[in-house]
């Protein structure tokens, strides 16, 4: 008499979990660039990359990446309309400008509760994240971006 009810609330959180874990649109789309970008063997790379933070703060991320691995980087900001002319580089975690660091950034961007407000547009000839934004229409001033200003493979 209750193995039914078990058996039917089971059978609901079973389906629960599987719907759960299908990928959005946005993230399938992402996982499809992943795998282009790893079948490619580019191992070394010098790439920079523009975060600006609505118009509060933007900073240039040169980094130069061999074997996989970051061995150089540098920063360099441009005053935002709110800094009024002047600005200074913020910290920066180098890793987080590579392009495994990129599709991380992109892929938590796309499984965030702000996911609808999230545009992810990809690289065409190396399939990387070339521009994660953020934009909220309710929101003033609180949309934010990633964009890939140059890459350049190296031997």
Same mark, same amino acid.
């Not at 580089?89 to 987080?96: C, G, K, L, P, Q």
């Given at each position: 008499?209750?193995?039914?009810?078990?058996?039917?609330?089971?059978?609901?959180?079973?389906?629960?979990?599987?719907?759960?874990?299908?990928?959005?649109?946005?993230?399938?789309?992402?996982?499809?660039?992943?795998?282009?970008?790893?079948?490619?063997?580019?191992?070394?790379?010098?790439?920079? /990359?523009?975060?600006?933070? @609505?118009?509060?703060?933007?900073?240039?991320?040169? #980094?130069?990446? &061999?074997?996989? *691995? !970051?061995?150089?980087?540098?920063?360099?900001?441009?005053?935002?309309?709110?800094?009024?002319?002047?600005?200074?580089?913020?910290?920066?975690?180098?890793?987080?400008?590579? /392009?495994?660091?990129?599709? @991380?950034?992109?892929?938590?961007?796309?499984?965030? #509760?702000?996911? &609808?407000?999230? *545009? !992810?547009?990809?690289?065409?000839?190396?399939?990387?994240?070339?521009?994660?934004?953020?934009?909220?229409?309710?929101?003033?001033?609180?949309?934010?971006?990633?964009?890939?200003?140059?890459?350049?493979?190296?031997?």
């Amino acid at each position: 008499m209750y193995k039914q009810p078990f058996f039917l609330l089971s059978l609901l959180l079973i389906a629960g979990l599987l719907a759960a874990c299908r990928l959005s649109p946005g993230s399938r789309e992402l996982a499809r660039a992943e795998k282009r970008w790893q079948a490619q063997p580019i191992d070394s790379y010098q790439i920079e /990359v523009l975060v600006v933070n @609505s118009t509060w703060h933007a900073q240039y991320h040169l #980094i130069t990446v &061999r074997d996989g *691995e !970051v061995v150089d980087s540098s920063a360099r900001c441009i005053p935002a309309p709110a800094e009024m002319g002047k600005c200074e580089v913020r910290e920066y975690t180098a890793d987080d400008y590579t /392009v495994p660091g990129l599709f @991380s950034k992109a892929r938590t961007a796309l499984t965030s #509760i702000y996911a &609808r407000f999230m *545009e !992810v547009d990809y690289e065409p000839t190396y399939s990387f994240p070339n521009i994660i934004s953020y934009s909220n229409p309710e929101i003033i001033d609180g949309g934010w971006m990633w964009r890939v200003t140059s890459f350049t493979p190296q031997p």
